[in-house]
């Protein structure tokens, strides 16, 4: 088994690394407390090819693999996990465009989206209000119209809703009911048919935009179909296996900043005349947090490792998301316990840390969901 990294997957780490550092960490707690979204920061991320790291060259991507995009977003995430949801999706959606895109499709959305320069972020959109883990059942409709179709329905949970010059959005066609009439669709962002909701009050990731997008009569060319009709679904799927990755790797970097924080704060608080960092308590917390990130890494690298060689990934995805997710939680969690009453309090990291790391437990895909997958896997291989 060969762990080392290439020295290509390391630069991208070491430019995330340092990004995270002098970009998105300092503006980090305004944008939590304001809710403001990170225009600049997002250019900037653009401009170092962080917003297509798997995407060839020929379109404006880094080229660099899915390894490297893990080890980026982890980097990334450390310094604002709400910066980065924006990113990870953009690579998503390019990513989906490289894969099921024609060449028209590949050159006509891939440079504006890449550069910074245009378009600022692309947004995935298949939830719906009334549906969310159960997404073949979704409602917005796509019907035919000569040589467009009209797009009507309402999407939920859309990251960048409102910012993005390009969404990526499933609706079903030709009236088919299910997983089969469901069809993938590019829609720019300024399209007068698409409008964005006003924000929603979250939790955490409060630097990322969340809205829902009312279709009302958009129309939108049959060239921009993404694969032909009923294919949406597969699109979804392939997508989020590849999303999970990402997320696993949010949660790692979400944890990792978590983590460090805590030890710190155990070396530097004193009780009883000492260091909290030599009570056995603390250390035990601090052991399982490292050991639980370590595995986390290396479950997530493995389904990246798949992925950048191109055969089935799927219950390693969920795998590594279920259990980075899971234990970056408990790791958060512990991270507040360790600084005691000053965690609960906005002066202290840890406390975004914790309501950041909440939802990677429940977008792109639940851990119940993630559990499903990897038990259907797991008795497939006994029958």
Not at 99 to 126: I, K
Not at 332 to 339: E, F, G, L, Y
Request: a neutral charge; hydrophobic letters at 40%; aromatic letters at 6%.
């Amino acid at each position: 088994m060969k762990l080392e990294l290439t020295d290509e997957q390391s630069a991208v780490r070491a430019t995330a690394k340092k990004a995270a550092r002098d970009l998105l960490a300092p503006d980090a707690v305004t944008n939590d407390r304001e809710a403001r979204f990170p225009r600049e920061n997002l250019k900037q991320l653009a401009r170092l090819g962080l917003m297509g790291v798997n995407v060839p060259f020929q379109y404006g991507g880094s080229e660099a693999g899915v390894v490297a995009y893990a080890l980026a977003v982890q980097e990334l995430a450390a310094g604002c996990a709400g910066t980065t949801v924006a990113m990870m999706v953009t690579n998503m959606v390019a990513e989906a465009i490289v894969e099921w895109g024609d060449e028209s499709q590949r050159s006509r959305f891939l440079p504006r989206l890449l550069s910074g320069d245009d378009w600022l972020t692309a947004s995935f959109c298949l939830s719906e209000p009334g549906s969310g883990s159960d997404a073949s059942s979704l409602c917005t409709t796509a019907r035919r119209d000569g040589d467009d179709y009209i797009l009507d329905g309402t999407k939920a949970w859309v990251t960048s809703g409102g910012h993005s010059g390009l969404y990526l959005i499933m609706a079903r066609t030709g009236g088919i009911a299910g997983a089969r009439g469901i069809s993938t669709f590019l829609v720019q962002g300024d399209n007068p048919g698409l409008i964005a909701t006003k924000p929603e009050d979250k939790m955490g990731l409060r630097a990322s935009t969340t809205t829902q997008i009312v279709l009302d009569g958009c129309r939108v060319p049959m060239r921009d179909r993404l694969g032909n009709e009923g294919t949406g679904f597969r699109v979804a799927m392939r997508a989020l296996d590849g999303g999970r990755i990402g997320v696993s790797a949010q949660a790692l970097g979400i944890a990792t900043a978590a983590l460090t924080a805590a030890t710190r704060y155990a070396t530097e608080r004193r009780q009883f005349d000492r260091r909290i960092a030599d009570f056995g308590a603390i250390q035990d917390m601090i052991a399982d947090s490292a050991t639980e990130l370590d595995a986390g890494t290396l479950l997530c690298l493995r389904a990246a490792s798949l992925k950048d060689k191109g055969v089935p990934h799927s219950k390693e995805a969920a795998m590594s998301k279920v259990f980075c997710t899971e234990a970056a939680n408990d790791i958060c969690h512990r991270a507040v316990q360790i600084h005691g009453g000053y965690g609960y309090t906005r002066d202290y990291p840890v406390e975004r840390h914790l309501r950041d790391v909440r939802v990677t437990r429940i977008y792109e895909g639940t851990s119940e969901v993630q559990r499903i997958v990897v038990a259907r896997e797991a008795l497939n291989g006994v029958n």
